[in-house]
């Protein structure tokens, strides 16, 4: 980084360092720079392998379609199918689940992280249906609330919580001494205390866990109606494979992998954008 | 302009007590006065107990025998006539710099726009006007510490406590720094303890040099410093004071070499 020396005076002496720092960045897509296209040599590779592998018939067009076939059938299943309806039931079930999970999750974590009683007090249970995956608790949560939307939003909530609530409780936890102690000096109230100096100093750490847990939610909810319900893309993914329609499958993919991509974009610049104030803060 | 704090330190004893070994005598009966508007340089070896007397009169901590009084009043607990600038700048790192000046006036009962301009006032005190917005990590360390004594100075305590402020700055940036925290003592009139190791700088700033020793930490000496502001390094009187305090802390230059660092 470069010392300029200030113009204003009296701090003259001083080396200051008050231009503004470019974060190391990588990767294709970053904001606020021109998209790197390194990023985009391994995708072209993948796709003209499996062009050639598709044209010269290396694997079996009923394992493995062609490119061409799989935007054909994505153009299908957009048009004639209802492709949107089941990506917006997706969609609608993550967003609802990461809500609800990472509110109370981050609410809890904050009690449980400034009260060592509220800790004890859910310590032991959490830590036990922690233990259980999500996914282990479907079964049962579909036959109390039926195969729709809650059962899944309810098992996906409770994913997302867990990261979070243990990252909010680990970075309240670790908050400076030093900063507590700057805060009495300044007869900083408990509530003031809290709210300007352990929630900023924790962001951090729950940033962190909000992005992961994102990601894990998406992941999630294909797994979770694969399992059960009628709609969404996993529905449509399990059902392709037992319909053998693998061009359908593909596109499924390819659609929960970009959309994975752009949820984890997302989470970055708005983690990019909460942690400002972090020196050479790069996620 | 802030009312200079009196400061009583009377017979001020501290031990620590660590689990499994023996008491330790951090301070032993340490007393001195500090006049409204005085200031006062603390210097001494380190571990025998600057820090932890500056920590008593800023009321981190209550657990000592004597009596610390402010304009005649025992103190208690950390008050905003009381102010510290920590030897870690400490500024909030998620705060801008007016903002991080502003939590020091949360709780001075100002009015929004008394604040404002008690926080753009200082800011220009301290030279740095032009970067109120900046974050902690943009400012380098001597705009840091600059920034740290605004924000001691803010609410206008009577007396402003400074803990090795310039401990961790370059030898040019720390002379620059001590000039312009003399023009600062005198421009707010605000009583002040400076906790350093630097003799010159001691020297350099205060009407009064207490010397402390270690072991247990206590008063060795107590100089008073006349010279006019603002003062000449090169001066003999100022040289003959420096040498005379570090004889004082057992470190005078012109004594032989201990035959044990031959
Ligand atoms: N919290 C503590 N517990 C036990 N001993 C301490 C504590 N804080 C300081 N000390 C001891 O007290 C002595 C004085 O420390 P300090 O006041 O920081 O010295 P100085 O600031 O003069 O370098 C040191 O020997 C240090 O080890
Ligand atoms: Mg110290």
């Not at chain 1, 079964?139 to 994913?159: D, N």
């Not at chain 2, 001494?44 to 981190?60: D, F, Q």
Request: charged letters at 20%; a positive charge; glycine letters at 8%.
């Amino acid at each position: 980084m470069a010392n300029t020396s200030d113009t204003i005076e009296g701090a003259a002496v001083e080396a200051g360092t008050v231009d503004r720092p470019t974060p190391r960045r990588f990767g294709f897509g970053r904001v606020g720079r021109a998209p790197n296209l390194i990023g985009f040599i391994l995708p072209f590779l993948i796709l003209s392998l499996w062009q050639i592998a598709a044209a010269r018939a290396w694997v079996d067009p009923v394992f493995l379609p062609a490119p061409l076939t799989v935007v054909t059938a994505f153009w299908k299943m957009a048009t004639k199918q209802h492709l949107a309806r089941d990506f917006v039931a997706s969609i609608t079930i993550v967003g609802q689940a990461f809500i609800y999970g990472s509110v109370v999750a981050v609410a809890l974590g904050i009690a449980a992280g400034l009260s060592r009683k509220v800790e004890q007090f859910f310590g032991p249970t959490f830590d036990t249906i922690r233990h259980i995956p999500g996914i282990a608790w479907l079964p049962l949560i579909v036959l109390w609330l039926g195969i729709g939307a809650p059962a899944k939003v309810l098992v996906i909530a409770k994913s997302v919580f867990f990261p979070v609530f243990l990252n909010t409780l680990q970075g309240i936890r670790s908050v400076e001494k030093n900063y507590i102690e700057l805060a009495k000096v300044l007869t900083l109230t408990r509530w003031q205390l809290v709210r300007k100096v352990i929630l900023p100093a924790a962001m951090p750490s729950i940033m962190v866990s909000l992005r992961y847990a994102a990601g894990l939610a998406w992941a999630l909810v294909v797994v979770a109606e694969g399992l059960s319900g009628l709609e969404g893309l996993g529905f449509l993914i399990f059902r392709a494979q037992g319909l053998l329609l693998t061009d359908q499958l593909l596109v499924c993919m390819v659609i929960i992998g970009l959309v994975g991509f752009a949820i984890d974009r997302s989470m970055y610049v708005a983690q990019k954008r909460v942690l400002k104030w972090k020196q050479g803060y790069d996620g | 302009m802030a009312t200079p704090g009196h400061l009583e330190i009377r017979n001020v004893s501290k031990t620590y007590a660590l689990p499994g070994r023996p008491l330790v005598n951090v301070l032993s009966h340490v007393g001195f006065d500090v006049d409204p508007g005085a200031f006062v340089t603390i210097v001494g070896p380190s571990g025998c107990g600057k820090s932890t007397l500056l920590r008593l009169i800023i009321g981190l901590d209550d657990d000592y025998r004597g009596d610390i009084l402010l304009n005649g009043r025992r103190i208690v607990g950390t008050a905003l006539s009381r102010g510290i600038v920590f030897q870690d700048h400490r500024l909030l790192p998620w705060l801008t710099l007016q903002q991080n000046i502003g939590l020091s006036l949360e709780n001075s009962g100002w009015s929004a726009k008394e604040k404002a301009s008690a926080i753009r006032d200082h800011i220009g005190l301290v030279g740095l006007s032009g970067f109120e917005k900046a974050y902690p990590h943009e400012l380098s360390g001597g705009m840091a510490q600059r920034a740290a004594i605004a924000r001691g100075l803010a609410n206008r305590p009577e007396i402003l406590l400074l803990d090795e402020p310039l401990g961790a700055l370059d030898a040019l940036t720390r002379v620059h720094l001590q000039a312009e925290i003399q023009r600062i003592w005198e421009a707010e009139g605000v009583t002040m303890i400076l906790v350093t190791h630097d003799v010159e700088e001691a020297v350099f700033l205060s009407n009064r040099v207490v010397v402390m020793s270690a072991n247990p930490g206590r008063i060795v000496e107590d100089v008073a410093v006349d010279l006019p502001f603002p003062r000449d390094r090169a001066h003999v009187d100022f040289i003959a004071l420096k040498r005379r305090i570090l004889a004082a802390m057992g470190e005078d230059e012109r004594r032989p070499a201990s035959p044990r660092a031959a």
